[in-house]
Structure formats: structure tokens, C-alpha cells
């Protein structure tokens, strides 16, 4: 019995591990691009990238932001309406062009483009709001907002996880 516990042991091992040499990210695959990544419950998978000019297909960052000619791309998303000649990459999932701010492909709403800061890979300002994610967090105090080590921020006011709001 404990030869075939073993066994199986050994048989997952070999699986686990001939997975773990595969990249995630963008790439060529053929005359085009797809995005890898990779799930718990499907491990990897392929995501054809829609609509890409793969002869000007540039990769600004592997894990998520890339650009054509015509588009720009997170992941394998378009990001709408951005503007590829003025489309920048500010941090590991933020990226601006000339009017609007991004996460991954959502816009930032009401982001100041000029004023914007990065303080974490979740947490944002401009010189009117702080950010979580792409969302506005309304009750927070721009002046004294701060990033904990743990994930968490707090104000003068408030303290706050993710979105959410508690009294400190």
C-alpha cells in the first residue's frame, strides 16, 4: 500500500513539475500572439489576442501590457479607446496615455492624468482622489493617505482594505 502512495506521489510530481517550465505572458505563436496564463482549476491556457498587427506588435511589459500600431492591449484585452502614441506604462498594472489612466484595460475614471501617483499595485492618486484599483474611494483624505505594509491604508480619518471603509 505504501509502494502505490508512493507511486501516485511520484506520478503528480512529474506533472506538477513538467507544467512549472511553461512561461506566462505574451507569445509568438505562429504569425500572431496569444497571452499564457495560468489557473487553479484550468492550469494554462492560451488567449488569442483579437484584432493585433503582429508585424508591430510591441510587448512593453510580459505580464500585461503590449501595443500595435492601431491598439493597445492588457493581457489579451483591448484597452478601448486608448491612445497607442501616447500609450505609457506607469507601473505593474497601471499604464496612461495622453487623456485617460488604466488597470489592466479599465479606465480610471475622472483620473487626473497629470497629477496621478502610483502608492502600490492596488492603491492610486491624483490631486483630487484616491484610487482602488480603477474606483474612487470617496471618503478618503488625500493629504494624508497611506499605504500600510500589509495591503491596508489609512487616513486622518479612516482606515481602509481594498475598497472598504472602517474606523481605525
Same mark, same amino acid.
Given at each position: 500500500?505504501?509502494? %502505490? ?7 503528480? %510530481? *512529474?506533472? &506538477? ?15 500572431? &500572439? ?7 482549476? %484550468?492550469?494554462? =491556457?492560451? !488567449? ?12 512593453? @511589459? ?12 492588457? @493581457?489579451?484585452? =483591448? ?9 505609457? *506604462? ?12 488604466? &488597470?489592466? !484595460? +479599465?479606465?480610471?475614471? =475622472? ?11 492596488? +492603491? ?9 484599483? +480603477? ?11 497611506? *499605504? %500600510? ?14 475598497? !472598504?471603509?472602517?474606523?481605525?
Amino acid at each position: 500500500m505504501r509502494y %502505490l502512495a508512493n507511486w501516485w506521489l511520484g506520478i503528480l %510530481l *512529474v506533472i &506538477f513539475l513538467a507544467g512549472c517550465g511553461r512561461a506566462i505572458g505574451y507569445q509568438r505563436k505562429g504569425d500572431s &500572439f496569444v497571452f499564457v496564463d495560468w489557473g487553479m482549476e %484550468l492550469g494554462y =491556457q492560451e !488567449h488569442p489576442i483579437q484584432g493585433i498587427d503582429p508585424k508591430t506588435f510591441q510587448v512593453l @511589459t510580459s505580464n500585461g501590457f503590449a501595443r500595435d500600431k492601431q491598439r493597445a492591449y492588457s @493581457t489579451w484585452f =483591448q484597452i478601448p479607446g486608448a491612445d497607442v502614441s501616447s500609450f505609457v *506604462v506607469i507601473s505593474k498594472f497601471y499604464a496612461k496615455d495622453s487623456t485617460r489612466v488604466y &488597470f489592466g !484595460h +479599465y479606465v480610471v475614471e =475622472q483620473a487626473d492624468v497629470n497629477s496621478f501617483v502610483v502608492l502600490s499595485d492596488t +492603491y492610486a492618486r491624483d490631486s483630487r482622489r484616491v484610487y482602488y484599483l +480603477y474606483r474612487v474611494i470617496e471618503q478618503a483624505d488625500i493629504s494624508s493617505f497611506v *499605504v %500600510l505594509s500589509d495591503g491596508r491604508a489609512k487616513d486622518k480619518n479612516r482606515c481602509y482594505l481594498a475598497e !472598504h471603509v472602517f474606523r481605525c
